[in-house]
């Protein structure tokens, strides 16, 4: 599996576990739905591209489990698609916790086959990836329900708050890991070429300073209750998390160089 069948992977958990915190009866089945339907759509190309199942006939046993929960993930995150749009006034919350469950055990068991530095470094890999996919999640959900305000300016503002709160911790969460990746591995990056460094920059730069003042921004005007302010802070900050997560993933499993 390639880094960017993880990214998809990541974009679609982390998506999917922030939707158990808007409630189903307040804002309604559309919402739900379209953000299934979106997330059907990210593991669908995630599987195309990574190909998973061709691992379960030439790979070692360990990988051969890894493939086939990222397959299961595919498969239960289609059986949500389908109860999601069966549901009427209520929606079993268990239809979004078990993808998100075999999600994480995915990548869990993953990163562990990923790395060759020891426990501690999959551990820590392990965070990275889990806190990329909030960072994601809580970013993206964060700005698609700045949109329903529009539609339904009764809808209580203690959703968009909870969910920039949560964008705000997974952010900081990753911007702790980022540093300790940087502290851990500061000679190695440091005599890379001139273009690497580059790159890290703008990693740092956009997905992790710009993102962390556009949470807290996004989070501030949320609580005044302004709504379209926080929504286009939020479309920008989106923007942001997808430049430096996306070239994060790519340094962390296409060069062996997380950050």
């Not at 990222?70 to 078990?98: P, T, W």
């Not at 329900?145 to 209580?156: C, E, K, R």
């Not at 949470?215 to 939020?234: D, P, V, Y």
Request: aromatic residues 12%; charged residues 10%; hydrophobic residues 60%.
């Amino acid at each position: 599996m390639n880094w960017f069948s993880v990214f998809l992977h990541l974009f679609a958990m982390g998506t999917g576990a922030t939707l158990i915190a808007v409630p189903y009866r307040q804002i309604g089945k559309y919402y739900f739905s379209f953000h299934s339907t979106m997330l059907l759509v990210l593991v669908a190309v995630a599987v195309l591209v990574g190909q998973p199942w061709t691992l379960l006939g030439q790979g070692t046993a360990y990988m051969k489990v890894v493939a086939g929960l990222a397959l299961l993930f595919a498969l239960l995150i289609l059986a949500q698609n389908v109860v999601v749009r069966a549901a009427q006034a209520e929606l079993r919350v268990d239809a979004l916790i078990l993808p998100v469950s075999a999600g994480a055990v995915f990548i869990i068991m993953a990163s562990f086959g990923w790395t060759a530095y020891g426990t501690g470094a999959a551990l820590l890999l392990t965070l990275h990836l889990l806190s990329a996919a909030m960072v994601l999640g809580t970013s993206m959900v964060a700005m698609s329900t700045g949109h329903w305000y529009l539609a339904n300016a009764q809808l209580s503002f203690d959703i968009l708050i909870r969910l920039c709160r949560l964008f705000v911790l997974s952010i900081g969460i990753k911007a702790a890991i980022v540093a300790i990746y940087a502290f851990w591995r500061f000679e190695d990056y440091w005599r890379l070429e001139d273009f690497y460094k580059l790159v890290m920059g703008v990693r740092i730069a956009a997905g992790i300073v710009l993102a962390v003042a556009l949470a807290l921004m996004s989070l501030s005007c949320a609580k005044r209750h302004a709504n379209q302010s926080a929504t286009g802070i939020l479309y920008v900050a989106v923007v942001f998390v997808l430049i430096g997560e996306t070239i994060s993933l790519y340094l962390t499993l296409g060069m062996n160089r997380p950050i």
